[in-house]
């Protein structure tokens, strides 16, 4: 595990030369926010791989209105942008529509967004306690260092036409580090079938057969065969002979 460190003026800058020439080095900048009235949330995101030479991220903003993603209020992931070689993190306009500028160095930072008519913002994050080190054994950040802050942020939000003041405490996070997307693991294909009978119905076999996968990925697929024909009788009904 990386070694126990306390946040500094230097962690608010990119640490490419730190991270040397990794493939997998990663740098990220999470900043959230809230209206409790409004029942609404959001969070700004960027992820950026400097040797791979790309930033992934964007922002999000929903209420209690949908819980699906695409049926939010916002949502805009980029994943594979063009990393701009000539900004530094301290002061920053990205093509994801994020932009960060430290006001006063490992506390204060202006935050904005842009996106024409859908999203504009204009927010300040103003830290109520210094940085956090969270790099612990067992972290799910392995082996980057990551810090969480909690503040006070305060601006506004124009969201499709309606302006939505934002004064609320949340968090905002920084991580620097190795951080692979992939998992060393095989490919195990499997086929599966499945029936149920039941006793108040017909006997009537409902299978499901489907080949589930492992892939070098880590992920789970599942490739299902053509939909069967299938009837039953309604209910109730009498068990058949």
Do not use: K
Not at 19 to 40: I, K, N, V, Y
Not at 54 to 81: F, I, M, R
Not at 111 to 132: C, H, I, K, N, T
């Amino acid at each position: 595990m990386p070694e126990q460190r306390g946040f500094t003026d230097r962690d608010d800058h990119f640490h490419f030369e730190e991270m040397g020439g990794d493939w997998w080095a990663t740098e990220t900048a999470w900043f959230s926010f809230h209206h409790p009235q409004r029942r609404l949330g959001g969070w700004f995101y960027t992820m950026v791989r400097p040797n791979i030479g790309t930033v992934a991220g964007g922002a999000w903003v929903w209420d209690d209105s949908a819980h699906l993603p695409w049926e939010v209020l916002y949502s805009a992931n980029y994943t594979a942008l063009q990393l701009p070689r000539d900004q530094d993190l301290n002061d920053i306009t990205l093509p994801t529509g994020v932009s960060i500028r430290v006001i006063e160095p490992c506390t204060s930072y202006a935050l904005g967004y842009a996106d024409g008519e859908r999203l504009q913002a204009s927010l300040r994050f103003d830290g109520v306690m210094p940085p956090e080190s969270l790099t612990s054994t067992g972290s799910t950040f392995g082996h980057a260092q990551h810090f969480d802050q909690i503040g006070h942020v305060t601006g506004e939000l124009v969201l499709h036409g309606e302006t939505i003041a934002i004064d609320c405490l949340a968090v905002r996070d920084r991580t620097w580090g190795r951080r692979p997307s992939h998992r060393e693991r095989p490919a195990l294909p499997r086929v599966m079938l499945a029936w149920s009978p039941l006793e108040t119905w017909p006997t009537v076999a409902r299978q499901s057969r489907c080949t589930l996968r492992i892939s070098p990925l880590g992920r789970r697929t599942c490739a299902h065969s053509p939909s069967f024909a299938m009837s039953c009788a309604e209910t109730p009904a009498e068990r058949t002979s």
